[in-house]
């Protein structure tokens, strides 16, 4: 009898340690970030982080099935820009560091891939790839800043079928020594918003004036400011989707929000017919807000207050990311809504229905950071991770 009891004890514990150590030897979910959504809400692309800070850039159905890898992207390497096409057909991917200057276009269906780079480099030209593309609603066409023969950096349009190049800097007859870069294409195809700088970077650029031209070369003219000397900082300008409103990431000597010092980042609201200019006031605390967005229907902007404001911001820093309801009939805002906080990643994407918003949270370890994308209702409840469907 002792021994039946023995051997029974036995296999409890042998069963209680090949647990434990099956859930110590369990897989870690690899850390992921950047995640957005397909125009179509049927796939995702987002950022995969390996090993030795090598990084691939991966595709998976929106329920989080059926991943696979688009692109590799080497430690050395950043990713500048991930751009869906209107009709998620195609992904914009330009990448910049250690490995050179690389735009290339994939199509996702036959996972064909177009090296505009290469296109580029016999008429003496490449990305400039702190210049964010654009792409047409027809997605037929991209707009970009492209560095030329003489250094300088020129607007241009490329035909993604017939792969016909247009310089649109030497169209509009724009000045030489002055830098067009960060266009949008408006939401019906027929005109382009872009910044015009003294000196652009990364983040930015300097003394700038924000441009409207007709895609025929007609019509250009500047809107903000909109005569006189400029002073400003312009990080981009986005159409609202009726093409009504202009929302404008930038800086200026004197706003309506005099709390917040000259030079700090804010967001700005334009009306394209009257001109007329808006700060977004959601609260009187003196933060900088960052990377503003349009929610897809445009009755709502999203947007990053980033508390405390460093000189040099990185993953320790809290993002707290807003929601605000805009009226453009009368040009007036709700009271912005908190929906996360806080958030040590400066990126976020609105869900294709604009119901939801997806953000990226990193836990640190030793020297790595190990990142998940959750995911939240845009009145602030029901927060979760995206749950990705791994498998070996």
Same mark, same amino acid.
């Given at each position: ?21 099956? =859930? ?6 690899? *850390?992921?970030?950047?995640?957005? &959504? @397909? +125009? %179509?809400? /049927? $796939?995702?692309? !987002? ?73 580029? =480099? ?6 400039? *790839?702190?210049?964010?593309?654009? &792409? @047409? +609603? %027809?997605? /037929? $066409?991209?707009? !970009? ?92 300008? /986005? ?154």
């Amino acid at each position: 009898m002792k021994i039946v009891v023995y051997l029974i004890v036995f296999v409890l514990v042998m069963s209680i340690i090949t647990n434990n150590q099956t =859930k110590t030897e369990a897989k870690e979910e690899p *850390s992921v970030q950047n995640l957005q &959504w @397909s +125009p %179509d809400g /049927k $796939q995702v692309v !987002f950022v995969e982080d390996l090993d030795k800070g090598n990084q691939a850039i991966m595709i998976a159905n929106s329920d989080g099935t059926n991943i696979w890898q688009l692109t590799f992207v080497n430690a050395a390497t950043i990713i500048d820009c991930v751009l869906w096409s209107y009709d998620s057909k195609y992904l914009l991917v330009g990448t910049s560091g250690g490995s050179g200057i690389d735009l290339k276009l994939f199509e996702l269906s036959s996972k064909k891939t177009k090296d505009i780079e290469a296109l580029l =480099k016999p008429l003496k030209m490449s990305f400039a *790839s702190w210049s964010t593309p654009s &792409w @047409s +609603p %027809d997605s /037929k $066409q991209i707009t !970009f800043g492209g560095r030329v023969k003489d250094g300088e950096v020129h607007l241009l349009i490329l035909d993604i079928n017939s792969d016909n190049l247009r310089d649109l800097t030497n169209e509009f007859n724009l000045p030489l020594d002055l830098e067009e870069i960060n266009p949008d294409w408006s939401k019906d195809g027929k005109q382009l918003l872009f910044i015009l700088s003294h000196y652009s970077h990364i983040d930015y650029a300097t003394h700038a004036r924000l441009y409207l031209a007709n895609i025929d070369g007609s019509g250009l003219k500047a809107i903000w400011p909109a005569d006189g000397e400029s002073n400003h900082s312009i990080s981009y300008a /986005k159409w609202s989707p009726d093409n009504k409103l202009i929302l404008i990431q930038g800086s200026h000597e004197e706003t309506e929000n005099k709390i917040i010092p000259p030079g700090m980042p804010d967001v700005f609201i334009l009306d394209v017919e009257t001109l007329k200019l808006k700060t977004i006031k959601p609260d009187s605390k003196p933060w900088p807000k960052l990377n503003a967005t349009w929610s897809p229907d445009g009755t709502k902007i999203a947007f990053m207050d980033l508390i405390p404001y460093p000189v040099n911001y990185g993953v320790d820093t809290d993002f707290f990311i807003y929601v605000l309801a805009i009226h453009d009939d009368n040009f007036s805002f709700e009271e912005a809504i908190q929906i996360a906080s806080p958030v040590n990643s400066n990126h976020y994407a609105w869900s294709p229905d604009g119901k939801q918003i997806t953000y990226d949270l990193g836990i640190s370890g030793g020297d790595n950071t190990h990142f998940s994308i959750y995911v939240v209702n845009v009145d602030g409840s029901y927060t979760h991770t995206f749950h990705f469907d791994w498998k070996d």
